[in-house]
């Protein structure tokens, strides 16, 4: 029987509160699908700083390599707020993203039906199945190009390299052979010599992938398209920068914080899955957190990393199913059972 040894980061504020119910699912997908799953816990951000005074300690980063894969839960909360800032909780989050090597990031913008109401956007725009994956390159690009400043002017660098350009380029694409088999390859190469760059290499990199329709996207146009017709997107791929602000956008069309996943993956099958959402230290304590971010990024782990796609699919089929009946507080609306974190977790596991 497969096994697979995951680390917990659960972290600050409701971060064991959801990481606990998306454990319970776990198991449960695992006795339904047959494998098996071994925990270590580890610290990262505050809690780390409080019992070892860093918020990324080297056992932690030891215990994410040696394992197949993460669960993040959330770090942060205003009781370290003084902390310097390269000291701080979400100093941590930087640091184990860059000692895992993750240079892609995923995310997913999903409506489930029983949640249309939530999206801002209208009813016949975002159709039946909005299903969006934006493909970020999380390591490269002005976050970390050369920068500086002197008496009257700053500078950032937006710089990429062909194989940073490439390994992303094929991250997207063997994701759109996975799913609908078109990619949005997004950029400003009218402006940028570095998106000219990354066009060019992008559709090198198509050669290989004959099956999957490609077309690019200057990023202005990209951000009106998304709220225009987003039906329109399957797979997009975008630098740093531009992948920051489009998916912040995109998650936004699918209506609530508490149920987005996402996934940052390295070259190889160690993935880091976390919700998109931060450590919500105002419900904190409270019982009343959404677990389905964290519970949806298990999904996303069992099909990235572990090579489970059916345990995948049949938690998110639990999920839309359960959404049909009962809400959490943040995605209450009259006429359903409102229910709290746990109970949630329970559904899902029923429902499973
Ligand atoms: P937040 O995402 O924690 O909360 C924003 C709002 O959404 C709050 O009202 C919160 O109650 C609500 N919310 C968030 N997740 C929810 C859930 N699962 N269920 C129900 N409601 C939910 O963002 P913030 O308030 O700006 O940040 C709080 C702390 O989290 C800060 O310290 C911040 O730095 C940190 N943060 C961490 C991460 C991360 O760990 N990846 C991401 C963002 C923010």
């Not at 000291?87 to 993750?102: D, K, M, S, T």
Request: aromatic share 6%.
């Amino acid at each position: 029987m497969q096994n697979y040894k995951i680390t917990l980061l659960k972290g600050d504020g409701i971060g064991p509160e959801i990481v606990n119910q998306a454990v319970k699912v776990l198991d449960k997908a695992a006795e339904k699908f047959s494998f098996t799953v071994e925990y270590d816990e580890a610290l990262l951000g505050g809690c780390a700083i409080d019992a070892t005074g860093v918020p990324l300690p080297e056992e932690t980063v030891a215990k994410c390599k040696a394992s197949d894969s993460v669960i993040l839960g959330a770090v942060g909360g205003s009781k370290w707020d003084n902390q310097p800032g390269n000291n701080r909780p979400e100093a941590g989050l930087l640091g184990i993203r860059g000692a895992l090597g993750l240079f892609a990031n995923l995310r997913p913008s999903v409506i489930f039906g029983p949640l249309k109401s939530a999206s801002p956007i209208k009813d016949e725009i975002i159709g039946d199945n909005m299903d969006i994956m934006i493909v970020r390159e999380l390591t490269g690009g002005i976050y970390f190009g050369e920068r500086g400043r002197d008496d009257s002017s700053a500078w950032d660098t937006e710089k990429y390299s062909v194989a940073e350009v490439e390994r992303i380029a094929r991250v997207a694409f063997d994701m759109a052979m996975k799913r609908n088999k078109k990619l949005t390859s997004v950029d400003k190469a009218n402006v940028l010599e570095s998106s000219r760059l990354w066009r060019q290499t992008v559709i090198n990199v198509s050669k290989d992938y004959p099956e999957v329709e490609l077309n690019h996207m200057y990023v202005d146009n990209c951000a009106m398209q998304l709220v225009r017709n987003p039906k329109q997107f399957d797979v997009i791929v975008t630098s740093n920068i531009f992948g920051d602000i489009l998916s912040d956008e995109a998650s936004m069309i699918a209506g609530s914080i508490g149920m987005l996943a996402s996934a940052s993956l390295s070259g190889g099958k160690l993935g880091l899955y976390e919700p998109i959402h931060g450590s919500a230290p105002d419900i904190a304590g409270k019982g009343i957190a959404n677990p389905l971010a964290t519970i949806l990024s298990v999904a996303m782990m069992l099909r990235y990393s572990l090579a489970q796609p059916e345990a995948a699919q049949a938690i998110e089929a639990a999920v839309a199913k359960v959404l049909e009946t009962s809400r959490t507080p943040d995605i209450y609306e009259e006429g359903f059972n409102k229910v709290s974190c746990e109970e949630m977790g329970d559904l899902v596991c029923a429902q499973l």
